[in-house]
């Protein structure tokens, strides 16, 4: 005897929430136009809310995905899962670009008004385009059109199916017509308590809808408080995690300050301390002016001294020139530039003595060290050359020395012209015009002298 498929024990539609949602599926999804097989995942919102509650896997080359059954978050969170209004969304993930999905379906769902399609998609032979559907304890739900479009599938009455009956060898068929009338009134019987069961099903539905259509306001009303209630504990939480945060920043602040209060003592501390220095420091600094005045005073009369003292020497060893404009003599000894052929030995000898005594004098008054330190003992001066690798020294006098020794002193001393030229600022041209460099020293340093008031 056949036997009667019995559906499982079904909720309430006013007693369905996200949380009985067991699994969703997909059929017939209509691909873009450049796509091919679709690589699917959807997306489960709240009314209102841009962040997903829950994201699946993804199910890669397939336009029939079915998706592994949806685990929603517990603990605190399971409030969320408590509302019969949710928004599902169906993306496409692009394989080359992971970060590129394209939204292909998307429904706001409402489990009130959900329809009952059946257990399992096996006797479906073709469902419409975008089909979405939803298993729940006691089968698949559809909604809309597509719920009725599965309806009317499901209630068509079944084709007739060809049945073969025995033939005996002789060609003549062999039927019990008492087991086939029993049957045939089994089935009939069962229709009528099929039919019967339907009708009562549909009477059922509808009394149902009147009551929720009639209610409809209270059910929207319940489902905004619902709603209200959650986002409220929401806000509680939130708030209370903030007191939280605001209560550790406070503590920090007052470690702050705590730890910041040696450092102001410090702060004012140094403070005072700065102050008390700068008046030290306006007081120390008129003695420290008058001081500077002073010595500022005092090196301008040891300039005027030193420059009397210059001038004084210029007067004993006086450098004049000829008329002819290019022979100098010092002291009234004529001293040729560096060429001695055909002149007086110990005229020569004098003037390089006095050359010698001079430039020693003014350079120990202007406080400049010679490179080759002068021995002036007038006609009879050396000159000794310490920079060379073995010290030596040269006489200013050629009677009675080599040549050579008496042309290398010669040298010697007008490099310690040229140096000491070098230290006031002015330019040698030609380092052989022993009196016409020194007569240049002379001049630059013939300045006019006015004496300081003391």
Request: charged letters at 25%; a neutral charge; glycine letters at 4%.
């Amino acid at each position: 005897m056949a036997q009667v498929a019995v559906r499982r024990t079904a909720l309430p539609p006013r007693q369905r929430r996200l949380r009985h949602v067991h699994s969703v599926m997909a059929r017939n999804l209509l691909p873009p136009a450049s796509r091919g097989l679709l690589n699917t995942y959807f997306t489960v919102h709240l009314e209102g809310g841009a962040q997903p509650i829950y994201t699946s896997e993804v199910v890669w080359h397939s336009l029939n995905p079915s998706w592994m059954p949806v685990a929603f978050p517990g603990g605190e969170s399971h409030r969320c899962c408590d509302t019969p209004v949710f928004i599902v969304r169906v993306w496409d993930l692009d394989e080359d670009s992971p970060s590129s999905t394209t939204l292909l379906v998307e429904l706001a769902i409402d489990l009130l008004y959900i329809s009952y399609v059946g257990e399992d998609l096996a006797c479906f032979q073709s469902l419409p385009p975008n089909t979405l559907l939803l298993e729940l304890a006691d089968g698949l739900y559809s909604f809309g059109h597509v719920a009725q479009s599965l309806s009317s599938i499901l209630n068509a009455p079944p084709k007739p199916r060809n049945r073969q009956v025995s033939s005996g060898q002789d060609g003549v068929r062999k039927v019990n017509i008492f087991r086939v009338k029993e049957l045939f009134q089994q089935i009939l019987k069962m229709q009528e308590t099929q039919q019967h069961t339907l009708r009562s099903i549909e009477e059922a539905r509808s009394k149902l809808e009147s009551r929720l259509d009639s209610r409809a306001p209270q059910l929207r009303q319940a489902r905004s408080r619902e709603m209200h209630q959650y986002r409220l504990s929401v806000l509680e939480k939130e708030y209370k995690e903030h007191m939280v945060l605001l209560e550790e920043d406070r503590r920090g602040v007052e470690e702050l300050r705590e730890s910041i209060v040696p450092s102001a003592r410090a702060v004012s501390e140094a403070e005072e301390a700065l102050l008390k220095g700068e008046q030290s420091l306006r007081e120390e600094r008129a003695p420290l002016e008058r001081d500077c005045q002073r010595a500022e005073q005092l090196c301008r009369m040891l300039d005027l001294r030193r420059r009397q003292l210059l001038e004084q020497f210029a007067s004993i060893y006086t450098i004049e020139r000829l008329s002819d404009q290019s022979t100098y003599t010092i002291a009234g000894i004529k001293l040729p530039n560096s060429e001695f052929q055909g002149c007086d030995e110990e005229h020569i000898a004098t003037a390089l003595g006095a050359a010698a005594h001079l430039l020693f004098l003014t350079a120990k008054y202007l406080e400049v060290s010679l490179r080759y330190r002068i021995t002036a003992m007038s006609s009879r001066s050396t000159i000794r050359d310490d920079v060379a690798g073995s010290p030596a020294e040269y006489p200013l006098y050629s009677r009675g020395v080599e040549k050579q020794k008496f042309e290398h002193g010669v040298a010697l001393l007008n490099k310690d012209i040229e140096q000491l030229l070098t230290s006031q600022g002015l330019i040698v041209t030609n380092t052989k015009n022993t009196l016409p460099n020194l007569f240049m020293l002379l001049n630059h340093l013939a300045l006019p002298i006015h004496p300081p008031s003391i």
